[in-house]
């Protein structure tokens, strides 16, 4: 079995965390996933219809591509 060894660096856990009103979150994923949730709500009251039928299919599609049947 091998023996983890632990390195000395310079990195700081959260060193590149920003905060904002006490929060702290990871700079570069926090801002992404939140456009990318606004966006999936703005379409989803916009566009209502349509909405329900990607969220159909983003549910049915993998689970044919698992299963291997249609």
């Known amino acids: ?5 632990d390195q000395d660096t310079d990195y ?12 702290d979150f990871h700079n570069p994923v926090f801002p992404l996933s939140a456009i990318l949730i606004i966006a999936f709500i703005v379409y989803a009251l916009v566009f209502p219809e349509s909405a329900s039928t990607s969220l159909v299919a983003a549910r049915v599609g993998p689970s044919i591509i698992l299963t291997g049947s249609l």
């Open 12 to 23: 700081k856990v959260g060193q590149d965390n920003a905060q904002l009103m006490g929060l």
């Open 1 to 5: 079995m091998a023996r983890i060894q």
